[in-house]
């Protein structure tokens, strides 16, 4: 299976995010990379660039609005005085039913959901190869191979058509989703990541040609909080093409794979055509957010189980945070798909 994954990826370095109030260093870094690259490499993969393909794949997922946000907003907020060197909002609409703000304090509350994503003068650009890698990674699907994975990583499963938040910008299994909708008349989404896709559901909410299916902790005391549960179901011509399978925390391999095995049927009576997956390790037992007991052999027969579905399939990296057996859970999985 090829890998696909741009150097640029790594440029986005966020200094900081807040929990629980108090100031932390962000989770989501750089290094990620290396241990994924090793992880990928070790399970015979190969590492290919992606092509640059424009703006085009994005904006079919976000809008104008929110792109034309987080192209300009790092310029916008150096100009601010006494500005944050990353754009970090502090004020957030409680409801978006208002208007819409002119200023970069505004729009940055706006368009971002919480604290997790600071933006520097490298992030837009390295979210654009994240998404690129997706794109390529479902091009490689729609040209005859059987799955693909794209080393996603600004992630992207916590961002909606206009939002960022919990380290994502662009919603790269979205955008893998909607490319493969080109050939594809359904698409199904599957996530495994330790927290639930709320970007994503948000997305695909009110349609019927892409299921979207989670997997996650239960969001009832566990981010996305406001997300994730059982009775979300889709809306309008979207309505029962949303499946939440939220978890007791600590759920360990038995549980994950039972929940997985009611994902995978109703994959099978959506009858997709092709099928993403957004691929978190964090559901890891050594993760630090500590909030799944999967172990790391324990993703070789989710990944076969997933496999078993016969479908072309591109494997979105999200979550998965710095451990030793970062990379090994990676590899683990990859292994177990293409066995
Ligand atoms: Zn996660």
Known sequence: MKTFYAEEQKR????????????????EQPERVERLLLGARAAGSAIHRPANYGLGPIAAVHTPEYIEFLTHIFERW???????????????????????????AGQAGYHMADTAC???????DSACWSAWSAVAA????LSGEPAAYALCRPPGHHAFADVAGGFCFFNNSAIAAQRLRATASRVAIL?????????TQGIFYARSDVLTVSLHADPSRFYPFFWGHADERGEGAGLGYNYNLPLPRKSGDPEF??????????????SPDALVVALGLDAFEGDPFGGLSVTTPGFSPIAEAIARLGLPTVIVQEGGYLCDALGDNLTAFLAGFAS
Not at 12 to 27: E, I, V
Not at 138 to 141: H, N
Not at 191 to 199: F, K, T
């Open 12 to 27: 986005h370095d966020p200094k900081a995010f807040l929990s629980m109030g108090a100031q932390k260093p962000n989770p």
């Open 78 to 104: 150096q100009r601010m005085e006494g500005a944050s060197a990353e754009v970090i909002p502090n004020i957030h609409p409680f409801a978006r039913n208002g208007s819409y703000p002119a200023g970069a």
């Open 118 to 124: 600071p933006i520097s003068a490298e992030t837009f």
């Open 138 to 141: 479902t091009e490689a699907v």
């Open 191 to 199: 996530d495994v990541d330790l927290h639930h896709g709320n970007g």
């Open 257 to 270: 794979l039972e929940a997985l095995d009611h994902a995978i049927s109703r994959i099978q009576a959506f």
